[in-house]
């Protein structure tokens, strides 16, 4: 680790104080780079956005994809205060980053009952076992729509 990526990780660690102090949300933040300049920032936005997905990866990853005019982030780094819960997990392998450091880690987060263990363990289970019901509906309807996709001759794969 080079005294940038310290840098870069103190910045995402300020962001993570800034959304805390200003009531956003939780003490999250995250920042991506990429050539050496941050082009993306974020802290946990979830209580002032009123939004459940608004925590700080994913809003460094909108905000990065916004500078690049894209919708994938490769060469970049993220740099994240905590280790990334399964939704951002989820978020940064979609946007394809290079590399991810980060500083506290999940059970760091846990101690804080920021605890995202159960989330894990809903994903192992079969479906129908799950907390939450998850119902198939109209499935018939929707298939049509991926075989369009698949013969279509101009899609943007990703």
């Known amino acids: 680790m080079t005294e940038k990526d310290k840098g870069f990780m103190l910045r995402a660690i300020q962001l993570a104080e800034k959304g805390m102090e200003n009531g956003s949300g939780g003490p999250f933040g995250a920042v991506v780079v990429k050539k050496g300049k941050i082009i993306g920032e974020g802290y946990n936005s979830v209580i002032s956005e009123k939004d459940p997905t608004a925590h700080a990866e994913v809003l460094a990853i909108r905000d990065a994809c916004r500078s690049l005019n894209s919708f994938q982030l490769e060469g970049c780094t993220v740099y994240t205060s905590c ?3 399964p939704m951002c997990l989820g978020a940064i392998y ?6 991810v450091y980060y500083a506290c880690t999940r059970e760091d987060a846990a101690e ?3 605890d995202d ?5 809903e994903l192992e289970k079969e479906i129908d076992k799950r907390k939450i019901d998850f119902k198939n509906l109209l499935r018939d309807k929707a298939l049509p729509l991926f075989k369009m996709w698949k013969e279509k001759p101009d899609k943007t794969s990703y």
């Open 112 to 114: 804080i009952e920021f």
């Open 83 to 85: 280790e990334p819960c």
């Open 94 to 99: 979609w946007a394809r980053p290079e590399k």
């Open 117 to 121: 263990h159960f989330i894990y363990e």
